[in-house]
């Protein structure tokens, strides 16, 4: 064999060996395991199949009770979970109990419970900008007020919005913010992935916190699982950047696993704020082609409103930390002067949001509901998936029957195909309602924006599906007579031009395929 030869097969040996002793797969073997130990504990009372059905059978109805009369579980969960424990005797209960809804221990709920309560102190009451708001447009108040009271983050004015279509047009400004740094920086996202954009921006990183920055970084364990290390905390730390993990990923079968930090948070000095769609991955950038081409889009802010995601990472910061009790919401140093706001004057409201699981109350999604049933004109929507509930899809389809104008951008080239089918499967009633849907042929959407009747818009990371919006920490702006509307509207203009519009007619499929996606679109609340 000749020395290239030779070469090549101790590399294609290393990067064999790198992959059987990755993370991804000693996770995958580890869970794998524990489905087949409770597989095999299901298969030991087979001989006892008789005592082992009446048993399963007492269970799954004590379970099914308990779906039933919980008035926490969402209707569309009750129905999908119902299903699994009719059809699974003792053994459907089993999965329910691991894998049902949000179960964050009381611990862990009382502890960011009462750090989240510092919120309502840290940030602003800004009660004058509510009444302005009140002077303008009682509707859009009564938005504003109810994001107020859910989330603690007030409308502000004096801020100026710049909204970036695309990864490219988003990352040289980004970098550009990041080198001004002064005091601090902040960054949480769901996704960090080695490669140009990341490289670019822990150069930065590295050379400001050893000019003495502040610079944290918060990312989730489970979204990082195919792209960072057990190590890169560490690696961080050593450079002077602050790191934390959100909820590090245990191989263990555990419904605690769902809750994920889902949010998109940039934030730099208090002046400067970034939110939107987009992770730091090549794909975000298009630097890297995953599934066609990658529209996404993010807002950059600057003044006032910056602030409240501020809040929202030291939250955030506070919680991941164990900061103690008499520590815990200290963020008034961070906060900006008036006369590093000052020269922000920004036209319109803006109103960062963040959105948990703790409280059971799902802001994102009704502040997605808000703004179609007070649509005159037309609302349209750019969303990765479309795995929505009865309420959003009467929303949608009352909407369009009002003569509002209801468009969906959606992708033509999926991530994952089964979400896809499941996507497809609400087409039908959507269209034969009057809602008109385009899937967009370029690529893979990922953005999550409404724009509405050239007054409102927000743009930030709530998908519209059941993850998003009843289980993960999610962020977002919501803006009202923005300049930068007109912005969004425009590239939704040019996106409509590079979609198809789907039909009725293009919609029919065979018996097969359609009993497929009415199995997927029952059990949508599972995926």
């Not at 926490?72 to 424990?85: F, L, P, Q, R």
């Amino acid at each position: 064999m000749s020395v290239v030869g030779k070469i090549k097969k101790r590399m294609t040996v290393k990067k064999l060996l790198k992959l059987m002793f990755s993370r991804v797969v000693i996770v995958g073997i580890m869970i794998l395991l524990q489905f087949l130990m409770l597989l095999a504990v299901v298969l030991q009372f087979a001989e006892y199949s008789y005592i082992f059905y009446v048993v399963g059978s007492i269970c799954s109805v004590v379970v099914l009770c308990h779906i039933i009369a919980n008035g926490d579980i969402h209707e569309s969960y009750k129905t999908a979970w119902g299903i699994v424990v009719v059809l699974m005797p003792f053994f459907g209960a089993v999965i329910y109990y691991i894998f049902s809804g949000n179960k964050l221990s009381k611990r862990i709920k009382r502890k960011m419970g009462a750090i989240t309560s510092m919120t309502r102190t840290s940030v602003e009451d800004k009660q004058d900008v509510l009444d302005e708001l009140k002077q303008r447009d009682i509707h859009a108040e009564r938005q504003a007020a109810y994001i107020k009271n859910v989330s603690l983050c007030p409308p502000y004015k004096n801020t100026d919005v710049v909204y970036y279509p695309t990864g490219e047009a988003l990352f040289e400004p980004l970098l550009c913010e990041l080198e001004k740094a002064e005091k601090y920086i902040f960054m949480e996202y769901f996704i960090i992935a080695k490669g140009q954009m990341w490289d670019r921006i822990h150069d930065i990183l590295r050379r400001k916190a050893a000019a003495g920055v502040d610079v944290r970084v918060i990312y989730d364990d489970m979204g990082c699982i195919m792209t960072l290390n057990n190590k890169f905390p560490k690696e961080l730390e050593a450079e002077g950047i602050k790191c934390r993990v959100f909820h590090k990923f245990v191989p263990i079968l555990d419904a605690r696993q769902n809750n994920r930090d889902h949010r998109k948070i940039c934030v730099i000095d208090g002046v400067t704020a970034f939110t939107g769609g987009i992770n730091i991955a090549d794909e975000y950038i298009n630097a890297l082609d995953r599934y066609g081409y990658w529209k996404d889009n993010t807002v950059m802010l600057k003044g006032e409103a910056v602030w409240s995601f501020s809040v929202m990472f030291l939250t955030m910061w506070d919680y991941l930390s164990g900061t103690p009790d008499g520590k815990r919401g200290q963020f008034a140093s961070f906060h900006p002067t008036a006369e590093e706001y000052a020269e922000y004057k920004g036209e319109g409201f803006v109103q960062p949001y963040t959105d948990n699981p703790l409280d059971n109350v799902p802001l994102g999604k009704n502040v997605y509901m808000n703004l179609l049933y007070n649509a005159h004109d037309y609302v349209w929507i750019m969303t990765p998936y479309l795995i929505i509930d009865e309420q959003i899809t009467q929303a949608l389809c009352s909407a369009a029957h009002s003569g509002v104008d209801v468009r969906i951008i959606v992708p033509g080239i999926p991530d994952k195909k089964i979400v896809y089918e499941t996507t497809k499967s609400y087409y039908p009633t959507l269209l034969a309602n009057g809602v008109r849907i385009y899937e967009y042929t370029p690529g893979f959407v990922h953005a999550k924006t409404f724009v509405c009747d050239d007054l409102y818009a927000t743009v930030g990371s709530v998908n519209l599906d059941y993850r998003s919006l009843y289980l993960h920490f999610e962020c977002g702006a919501w803006m009202y007579k923005t300049p930068c509307i007109e912005q969004i509207k425009t590239d939704f203009e040019s996106a409509f031009s590079e979609c198809r519009e789907v039909s009725l007619e293009s919609c029919r499929v065979n018996f097969i395929r359609g009993l497929y996606r009415s199995v997927l679109d029952i059990l949508s609340p599972l995926l």
